[in-house]
């Protein structure tokens, strides 16, 4: 099993994707969210890449049953109904509801991969449910950190290298790309108190700024979700 970590989606042609498996990560918030929103019965994420895209999905789409989620600069956006704070999702707002989801780099990454044969996202929340799936799957796959910025978000790595050391606990012959190994030795360095290193990075520090300290804890908790959400026709669902 060959295992490769794209470190941001800057510089890749949507058809890199085409016929791959990729596991899209975005720990801060945006997957978070997605999973929690799933969890707590949320019939679809709409993920798009656009705010206009977003607005221009739901407008066609059944009022009532239709959230607008997502950020600007990490914060709810004028006109939706929702953030990107995987707290607001709770089962009580999703339930049954489709979200049509923009995040400045969460969602234009899932976007990016959406030629992929198999794509799902990732966080601590569902590292060893993912790793599962991979390890039934058999193929090779590739992680894509969403990242900040078209820059390296090293919470995304993190997970990426927990993700591949899940996957080599169980499963002999794993090659990993350079990027792949880098992720593992973060793992081993960073992975032991997650909340502790999401609050020092680059991302953590300004989502503490802007007020939303709850959420560093949020999703710093490991394996509290067995969701492994599927990409298929556009949206987000659990299989
Ligand atoms: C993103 O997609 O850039 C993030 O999820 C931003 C955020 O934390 O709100």
Known sequence: MNIN?????????????????????????????????????AKEVIPVAAVEFAVKVSGGMFGGQTLLGGERNTKKIEGFALGNSPLEYSDDVVDGKTIVFY??????????????????????????????????????FEILCASRNNSLSIEDLVCAGNLIEEISKNRKNIALTDSANA??????????????????????????????????????????SKAVPVFLNNSLKLS
């Not at 596991?23 to 999973?35: F, G, H, Q, S």
């Not at 990016?112 to 060893?128: H, I, Q």
Request: proline share 2%; net charge neutral; hydrophobic share 40%.
């Open 183 to 224: 992720s593992v030795t973060l793992f081993k360095a960073m992975g032991k108190d997650i909340k502790k290193m999401l609050s020092e990075t680059d991302h953590g520090k300004l989502l503490i700024n802007n007020g939303f300290e709850e959420d560093i804890a949020f999703c710093s908790q490991i394996n509290s």
């Open 103 to 140: 995040t400045t780099n969460g969602t234009p990454a899932i976007v990016k991969a959406k030629f992929s044969e198999f794509l799902t996202v990732c966080s601590f929340a569902n590292v060893s449910a993912v790793a599962k799936d991979l390890i039934k799957r058999k193929n090779d």
């Open 5 to 41: 970590v794209i470190i941001n989606p800057c510089g890749l042609e949507d058809l890199y994707f085409t016929n791959k498996t990729v596991v899209v990560i975005d720990v801060l918030r945006a997957t978070n969210t997605i999973i929690n929103a799933l969890e707590n019965g």
